[in-house]
């Protein structure tokens, strides 16, 4: 059996730091596999490598990944978007 898994690239979108809002986006992880069968699958995400920064909740995105403040707050979610999504950390669930 082999399974295949496509992630497209995650745009983030536009971000105005003088507004008070959030701004969601969406992607897509797509496993496929060549069976009739059932598959059991796990997908998880390392908090990456932002020194002081590695979280997942939130996450921080920096000038050029160092770590350097300041640092732009964000999460990945699963299942949706907040407040009904799950944060998608390293924590994983299987999936079917």
């Known amino acids: 059996m082999t399974c295949t898994i ?7 979108p536009h971000y105005d730091s003088t507004q008070n809002s959030a701004v969601t986006t969406t992607g897509t992880v797509t496993v496929s596999c060549d069976t009739n069968g059932r598959v059991d699958y796990t997908i998880s995400m390392s908090s990456g490598n932002a020194g002081a920064y590695n979280s997942f ?6 000038l050029n ?5 300041p640092a732009l707050s964000y999460n ?19 999936r079917e």
């Open 6 to 12: 496509t992630t497209p690239s995650l745009v983030f």
């Open 57 to 62: 909740n939130p996450r921080h995105l920096s």
């Open 76 to 94: 990945l979610y699963y299942n949706n978007y907040p407040p009904a999504g799950t944060i998608w950390g390293d924590v994983s669930s299987p």
């Open 65 to 69: 990944g160092a770590g350097v403040a």
